[in-house]
């Protein structure tokens, strides 16, 4: 069974700080990994994702990274801004799988203004 | 451009009801799938439904089903409610059905379910 851990579970930030989630997991033949953010009660929306060939991808302030081999991926927010605040999270997909996605708990971000 | 629409976005029933939800996947997506979120759990698989047809299941019980539509828009239907069905169910789509791997899912805003 795919596992994934985000760590740390919540973080709490003044704005303007730059801060990096980290996310594990257990199998590392995955074929895509998906970041995404969730507002309280909200759905889900994509932030970035990095497909099979790739090893990073940046949109704006995010930059998100992923190293196969180890089973890590790191999202990094620079210049955090209170409008940050939610939670993420990151979903790994594997091969033959039909796009089923793994989530872990995410970690749950509050930006200080 | 509509991104992924799903009805009703809340629902307050009872045990042993049965209860439809619905979802409108992303313009030019014809794969949709279903997830089921428990309060301050991440999102857990249900099924997918690719060409009108169930093509991956979660570990779910038979009283979660579903179906997709010529339009490519889907149902999610749950019998026999229990407490533990209380969650946010979120769909989400995205076109093929992920063989080649490189497909992005769009979410939608889910649909929030009660069970009294």
């Known amino acids: 069974k795919q596992e994934v851990t985000q760590i740390p579970a919540a973080l709490s930030v003044p704005e303007g700080e730059n801060l990096v989630l980290n996310c594990s997991f257990t199998d590392s033949a995955i074929y895509n990994l998906q970041w995404f953010r969730q507002d309280p009660g909200k759905g889900l929306t994509s932030l970035l994702l990095i497909q099979s060939s790739q090893r990073e991808q940046t949109s704006g302030r995010l930059n998100a990274s992923l190293d196969k081999s180890s089973g890590r991926s790191t999202l990094y927010i620079a210049a955090s801004q209170p409008g940050d605040s939610a939670t993420y999270l990151c979903a790994p997909e594997y091969p033959n799988t039909g796009n089923q996605f793994y989530f872990g708990t995410g970690t749950s971000l509050t930006v200080i203004p | 451009d509509a991104g992924v629409t799903q009805s009703p976005t809340h629902l307050i029933k009872t045990r042993g009801q049965q209860v439809t939800l619905r979802c409108s996947p992303k313009s030019g997506h014809d794969t949709v799938s279903w997830y089921q979120q428990a309060l301050g759990q991440g999102p857990q698989f249900i099924f997918q439904?690719?060409?009108?047809?169930e093509r991956q299941r979660g570990n779910f019980p038979d009283r979660f089903s579903g179906h997709q539509f010529p339009n490519y828009s889907s149902e999610l239907n749950v019998n026999a409610l229990l407490l533990g069905d209380s969650a946010l169910y979120l769909c989400a789509s995205s076109w093929g059905t992920g063989w080649s791997g490189d497909n992005e899912q769009f979410f939608g805003p889910g649909t929030r379910l009660t069970v009294l």
């Open positions: 439904y690719y060409e009108e047809e």
